[in-house]
């Protein structure tokens, strides 16, 4: 079952408040959801962040005699709005954590992927609004400058609502978001969007591959591509990116004759095609293009077997 999918739990009219706050809790658990996975690019940690705001509501709700000593008694007026600052806030301290334990992951570090619905339309996942390359790019900023900017730019929060949620005042959250949106703009590659010449250079890179066509590969490479991969000291990946189409493509045909026994399967993740490699009955890794003018610049290629979490996949559908 998808982690994003959302799941309406409509208490009954005469429900007590309690009731009807934890029930809209899971009715705002997709955007909670995107507001976290934007902040930390990884599905795990995002849905830890969630399970310790749904902890601190119960918390918040319970009887005044049931509360610790120095526990907030004020009472929530926005219920909507305490869930989504609650969630910024918590997810903004994982990120300011997780910042030191990336410095040192060993090897480049990628964001987990979260798969999505073949058609955009038929999705409800917030997830979709973080592309692949968006996630990438925002890793690029300061913790500060990336809350304010995907609380602002992509969920369309009010600077004093993000104020509210960094603690600083809103003034300071333009400036940030600002900052932010032209680091975005500078480092954004200029993708294609159109999802059916995406899928179809994403087939060809996947015959190419697998069949070690060393010819096909440099003809979908742009010249200056760069392959990244994400092992995190778990599984053999490069320790530091390929860079130029003819070290990407002999590195991926030494790849395929190594592993002769893997296949590969269509899959969407954040709102794009991509592939996803099997073998053994496993999940053996993730591969996400980034698409220029029909040829291939980036290829990040995800083996921590930790950053599956986000994949419908199961064995039994391998």
Known sequence: MNRQEAHPTEAPAEAPPASRALAHFEELRPRLFGV?????????????????????????????????????????????????????????????AARTRREAYVGPWLPEPVETAPDPADSVSLADSMSWAMLVVLETLSPAERAAFVLHDVFGLTFDEVGSALGRSPAACRKLASRAREHVEERKPRFDVDPQAHRAVVEAFSRATRSGDLDGLLELLHPEAVLTSDGGGLVRAARNPIRGADKVARFLVGVSHKYEDR?????????????????????????????EDGRITTVDYLRNPQKFAGLRITQAEQ
């Open 263 to 291: 296949a590969h399967r269509p899959i969407v993740i954040n709102g794009s095609p991509a592939l996803v490699t099997v073998g053994g009955g496993i999940v053996d890794g993730v591969i996400a293009l980034g698409i």
């Open 36 to 96: 976290a996975y934007g902040l930390l690019g990884s599905v795990a940690e995002a849905e830890d962040v969630l399970q310790d705001a749904w902890i601190r509501l119960q918390r918040k709700l319970s009887p005044p005699e049931q509360q610790q000593d120095g526990a907030d008694t004020e009472p929530i007026e926005d219920l909507t709005g305490w869930l989504i600052t609650t969630t910024s806030r918590l997810a903004l301290d994982v990120l300011r």
